[in-house]
T-cell receptor, first 111, second 114 residues
Framework: KQEVTQIPAALSVPEGENLVLNCSFTDSAIYNLQWFRQDPGKGLTSLLL?????REQTSGRLNASLDKSSGRSTLYIAASQPGDSATYLC??????????FGGGTRLMVKP | GAGVSQSPSNKVTEKGKDVELRCDPISGHTALYWYRQRLGQGLEFLIY????????KSGLPSDRFSAERTGESVSTLTIQRTQQEDSAVYLC????????????FGQGTRLTVV
């Protein structure tokens, strides 16, 4: 059974810092990996989708990497801003398009 | 439509009553997912509709929960005889049916059972 773990569970940083969020998964037989953002009381917003054949994907200040063989992905946020404060979730997409989520990382960026 | 739409956005119901939650997926998306998120918790998979194939119901927590989908459009999640433990945000997502395509979520329905 696929298990997804996110470390750390919570993170508080001052504005301007570069930071890395980690996601690990137990079964490397994945199709893709998707990173989401969730603001309090809201649904999930898709940030990046990395295909299993890709090593990384970039969108603005966000860069996500994927090492499928070791079961790891990282989300790098450059020059963090208070507006980046949210919960970040990773999900692996496996056979049959099943989405399995990690528990999330709660990020607080202090002005 | 522009995105996944869920209704109602909030629902307060008395214990023991039945509730129906609705999800309108993105037009053309043949895959549709339901998740539950309790306060401060992660996402819990409930059910997955994948085109014309039989739905994956392995995440439904009890026989009080059921879901239907008409073709490739609207889905309804029904909870019978609601209990306080059913209080949560119910999230719906849709995607194209393909190898690991991007999933898009609605804003959720916040269900409170009193």
């Amino acid at each position: 059974k696929q298990e997804v773990t996110q470390i750390p569970a919570a993170l508080s940083v001052p504005e301007g810092e570069n930071l890395v969020l980690n996601c690990s998964f137990t079964d490397s037989a994945i199709y893709n990996l998707q990173w989401f953002r969730q603001d309090p009381g809201k649904g999930l917003t898709s940030l990046l989708l990395i295909q299993s054949s890709q090593r990384e994907q970039t969108s603005g200040r966000l860069n996500a990497s994927l090492d499928k063989s070791s079961g790891r992905s990282t989300l790098y946020i450059a020059a963090s801003q208070p507006g980046d404060s949210a919960t970040y979730l990773c999900a692996v997409i496996t056979a049959g398009n099943m989405l399995t989520f990690g528990g999330g990382t709660r990020l607080m960026v202090k002005p | 439509g522009a995105g996944v739409s869920q209704s109602p956005s909030n629902k307060v119901t008395e214990k023991g009553k039945d509730v129906e939650l609705r999800c309108d997926p993105i037009s053309g998306h043949t895959a549709l997912y339901w998740y539950r998120q309790r306060l401060g918790q992660g996402l819990e998979f409930l059910i997955y509709f994948q085109g014309n194939s039989a739905p994956d119901k392995s995440g439904l927590p009890s026989d009080r929960f059921s879901a239907e989908r008409t073709g490739e459009s609207v889905s309804t999640l029904t909870i019978q005889r609601t209990q306080q433990e059913d209080s949560a945000v119910y999230l719906c997502a849709s995607s194209l049916l393909g190898r690991g395509t991007e999933a898009f979520f609605g804003q959720g329905t916040r269900l409170t059972v009193v």
